[in-house]
């Protein structure tokens, strides 16, 4: 076993250990399909508000303008599927990875010791950590390393655990022996694409992100539009729709992580709860959480546009 080879097992062994849900391995490089489908998607403005997607263009394609020397693209997957849900069907619902505390904390941390881990083993090796944090096209790396396929409705799923993951990157100047993609496996289901309220999938594998209830809730910084009222099925801060649908979310088992157990009180928020959250109780419930993204005047917006 060569160097490369040996030193993409050990890499794998640590992400075992850690915690990680999967790790795939590709060589550092310009993502040429991505290219053409980038420009295409901003062009046709399905960014919507989300100015920070138009920037960075280069450094979004190619690992090596973010991390000078890189040489391998290490991608990581890691479960947050809870065991729980809320106790009150009618009531507002969050997305279910906002459920415990914010995962770019939790999992940074674990990046970090990751690299820790591989500079003690392996000596002195460069490189950065991602996780949603900077220009960097997840899903493309994660597929280009056979974590799993971007599906029609654009998240990466696994055969053997469905979609409900996050996914977080190595970027290395470190040679390391790389994985292959593998097969789509949506065939002929169109569940996805079905479901969705807002009709934000433009064409299968094609997401009007301007269109989707998670950019509403999360990203909009304006008015809910009033064309898409009575639209949301009741997701005040993001929405699982086109997973929950997914036949291969089936498979989806529950998470092992503590930090992203939920606070007992928010799975038993009843509509009347959310209707009358004041400030004082949304610090206490997402102090650490992601919904602080939208912050207590945009979740407010929110559940008023539900009601």
């Given at each position: 076993m060569n160097s490369a080879a040996q030193h993409a097992a050990?890499?794998?062994?640590?992400a075992q250990q850690l915690g990680f849900m999967a790790c795939g391995i590709s060589k550092a490089g310009f993502l040429e399909d991505e290219a053409p489908r980038l420009e295409s998607?901003?062009?046709?403005?399905?960014?919507?508000?989300?100015?920070?997607?138009?920037?960075?263009f280069d450094?979004?394609?190619d690992p090596r303008k973010l991390v000078p020397g890189a040489k391998s693209v290490v991608s990581l997957a890691y479960n947050y599927f809870p065991d729980q849900t809320p106790t009150e069907k009618e009531a507002p619902k969050i997305a279910r990875y906002a459920y415990g505390k914010d995962y770019h904390r939790v999992i940074k941390d674990k990046l970090f010791t990751f690299m820790h881990?591989?500079?003690e083993q392996i000596g002195k090796?460069?490189?950065?950590?991602?996780?949603?944090?900077?220009?960097v096209l997840e899903k493309a790396w994660a597929a280009k390393s056979g974590l799993g396929w971007v599906g029609k409705n654009t998240n990466l799923i696994r055969k053997q655990n469905g979609s409900y993951f996050f996914i977080a990157e190595l970027i290395l100047d470190l040679e390391l022996e790389a994985d292959g993609a593998v097969t789509?496996?949506?065939?002929?289901c169109t569940a996805c694409l079905d479901a969705c309220p807002t009709d934000a999938f433009v064409a299968p594998y094609q997401l009007d992100a301007s269109k989707c209830i998670s950019y509403f809730t999360i990203e909009l910084k304006d008015a809910i539009p009033t064309e898409?009222?009575?639209k949301f099925?009741?997701?005040?801060?993001?929405?699982?729709?086109?997973?929950?649908?997914?036949?291969?979310n089936r498979f989806s088992h529950p998470h092992q992580e503590p930090d992203f157990r939920p606070e007992p009180e928010l799975m038993n928020m009843t509509q009347s709860d959310w209707n009358e959250v004041t400030e004082e109780v949304f610090n206490r419930l997402f102090e650490h959480s992601a919904v602080q993204r939208a912050g207590f005047d945009g979740l407010k917006r929110n559940l008023e546009f539900l009601k």
């Open positions: 050990l890499v794998k062994d640590i998607w901003l062009n046709q403005n399905h960014h919507g508000q989300m100015g920070y997607m138009a920037r960075n450094k979004r394609l881990h591989i500079q090796v460069g490189g950065r950590v991602f996780v949603d944090s900077a220009p789509d496996h949506c065939g002929s898409v009222k009575d099925e009741n997701w005040a801060f993001g929405c699982d729709i086109c997973q929950e649908v997914c036949p291969w």
